[in-house]
Nanobody, 125 residues
Framework: VQLQAFGGGLVQAGGSLRLSCAAS????????IGWFRQAPGKEREFVAS????????RYADSVKGRFTISRDSAKNTLYLQMNSLKPEDTAVYYC???????????????????WGQGTQVTVSS
């Protein structure tokens, strides 16, 4: 299984970025997937997840209303549209997948079976 995240970069506060995560090596369309992030000196934290069908999503309170998670099973790709970015969103963003067949969303690392390599997002004030 490979999860390759990309799309990070440097953006000013209030700006937008879209992260992508290309998945391979497993049946992408039957498992949940999502994003975590880790800021310097802090523990990794949950950002958002989406269930196997794309019909159910879950967000951390800190990103609700600003971030949108989606998936395209035809392309085996996960997305995270990030709007109204704040300096506190600065972190390395990791995509992560579970292996619970037709499972629901999650918000803890205990559900994660596979991790991507991360992409850096830096928001300047």
């Amino acid at each position: 299984v490979q999860l390759q995240a990309f799309g990070g970069g440097l953006v000013q506060a209030g700006g937008s970025l879209r992260l992508s995560c290309a998945a391979s090596g497993y049946r992408f369309s039957t498992y949940g997937i999502g994003w975590f992030r880790q800021a310097p000196g802090k523990e990794r934290e949950f950002v958002a997840s989406v269930n196997w069908s794309g019909g159910t999503t879950r967000y951390a309170d800190s990103v609700k209303g600003r971030f949108t998670i989606s998936r395209d099973s035809a392309k085996n790709t996960l997305y995270l549209q990030m709007n109204s970015l704040k300096p506190e969103d600065t972190a390395v963003y990791y995509c992560a997948a579970d292996r619970i067949l037709y499972g629901s969303t999650w918000n803890t690392e205990s559900s994660i079976a596979y991790w991507g390599q991360g992409t850096q997002v830096t928001v300047s004030s």
